[in-house]
Every structure is written in structure tokens, then in C-alpha cells.
């Protein structure tokens, strides 16, 4: 059983589209972090977020974090091909990873 | 220069070889961490060391060892390598004040 389940698993839309995926889990996290990996390379880090119903920004990317801090969302706003790739929320108990959303932007 | 390393980058053994994975660090971070990648499975955690005299076994790491040689190298070993072992392989850092984690390159390991 996967403690942190990412959805959609696959996701390919136009240039210029918004897009939110999820991250959802029955357990609670003191913190959650968001990575990217492209192909070939490592995930990079992209954020952290660590109190219920926290915003964070990071230019077109918008990360939510659940009230009860067991889930996450990531809404891109006017997506660009430099978004493509594999998109993973990570937990900290257990040093958990979910499945990851492969992200693909048609230009 | 990367701060978190891995050789092999790309490996090929055949069934019942003992191999090692190595991985360097130069972010002074005192966690580190292996992971392995495969399709459809996401990461998951073989081994994790905390310090250099802690090493905690995680998810799957059955048929895996590993060896913290110092604060900044962590090496993880396969003693008879078997088909199913080939996947990606990571190796991670992260400081003590958080579960940040700093990944390197990969190891792409083939077991035939």
C-alpha cells in the first residue's frame, strides 16, 4: 500500500493550460516536499511546505498544503514545455515518496 | 562541480556478481540516503544513515548493504546481484535540520 498517492499519473495538455495535481495520503506529515526530475537526472527539490492550509508560490507554481496535513496540490498556472517532467511529493515520516504525476507540455 | 556524486553512472553485471554503488557528498549534510527508481513504483528507500555511525534500514533492503565510510561518502552494495535488482539507483543528502533532500545523478544498474 502507497502512503502517498499521486494523481493524475499521467498528464499531457497544450502550452498555455493550467493544471493541478494531488498528492493525497490517510497519515498526517509534520511536512511535505515537492520535486521535479526530468529524464536521466535526480528529483530537485522545489518546496517545502510544513503548516496546514499553507500557500506557497514559486513563479507559475501554486503548492497547497492540506488543513489536516495529509495532502497536497500543485496548480501550474500557464504551463510551459520547461514544465515537462516527473512531478513527486515526498513525506517525512517514513521518508516516503509517492508514484509521481509525468507531466507533459505539447507546444 | 555537483555536490552529491555517483559512480558508476551506468552499470551492466550479470547474475551473482557482487557490485558496489558510491556516492560523495560535498554539502557537509549528515544524512544520506539510497533510493531505487523503478517505472510505475516511484522511489523507494533501501538504506538511510543519519550520522556516520547510524545506518537504518528502509523499505526494501533485502538482498542490499551498505557502508558509511565517512560524513561524506555512503556506498551501497549488492552481494549477489539478481535480475530484479535493475533499476535506478539515487543516493541523497540532507542536513539534520530538516528531510530536504539533495539527490545525485543515478546509477543506471543492468543485472542480466
Known amino acids: 500500500t502507497q502512503l502517498l498517492e499521486q494523481s493524475p499519473q499521467f498528464l499531457s495538455i497544450q502550452e498555455g493550460e493550467n493544471l493541478t495535481v494531488y498528492c493525497n495520503s490517510s497519515?498526517?506529515?509534520?511536512?511535505l516536499q515537492w520535486y521535479r526530475q526530468e529524464p536521466g537526472e535526480g528529483p530537485v527539490l522545489l518546496v517545502t511546505?510544513?503548516?496546514?492550509?499553507e500557500v506557497k508560490k514559486l513563479k507559475r507554481l501554486t503548492f497547497q498544503f492540506g488543513d489536516a496535513r495529509k495532502d497536497s496540490s500543485l496548480h501550474i498556472t500557464a504551463a510551459q514545455p520547461g514544465d515537462t517532467g516527473l512531478y513527486l511529493c515526498a513525506g517525512n515520516e517514513k521518508l516516503t515518496f509517492g508514484t509521481g504525476t509525468r507531466l507533459t507540455i505539447i507546444p | 562541480d555537483a555536490d552529491v556524486t555517483q559512480t558508476p553512472r551506468n552499470r551492466i553485471t550479470k547474475t551473482g556478481k557482487r557490485i558496489m554503488l558510491e556516492c560523495s557528498q560535498t554539502?557537509?549534510?549528515?544524512?544520506m540516503y539510497w533510493y531505487r527508481q523503478d517505472p510505475g513504483l516511484g522511489l523507494r528507500l533501501i538504506y538511510y544513515s543519519f550520522d556516520v555511525k547510524d545506518i537504518n534500514k528502509g523499505e526494501i533492503s533485502d538482498g542490499y548493504s551498505v557502508s558509511r565510510q565517512a560524513q561524506a561518502k555512503f556506498s551501497l552494495s549488492l552481494e549477489s546481484a539478481i535480475p530484479n535488482q535493475t533499476a535506478l539507483y539515487f543516493c541523497?543528502?540532507?542536513?539534520?535540520?530538516?528531510?530536504?533532500?539533495?539527490f545525485g545523478p543515478g546509477t543506471r544498474l543492468t543485472v542480466t
Open positions: 497519515s498526517v506529515f509534520s511536512s
Open positions: 541523497a543528502t540532507s542536513d539534520r535540520l530538516s528531510y530536504e533532500q539533495y
Open positions: 511546505v510544513v503548516t496546514g492550509g
Open positions: 554539502k557537509g549534510h549528515d544524512r
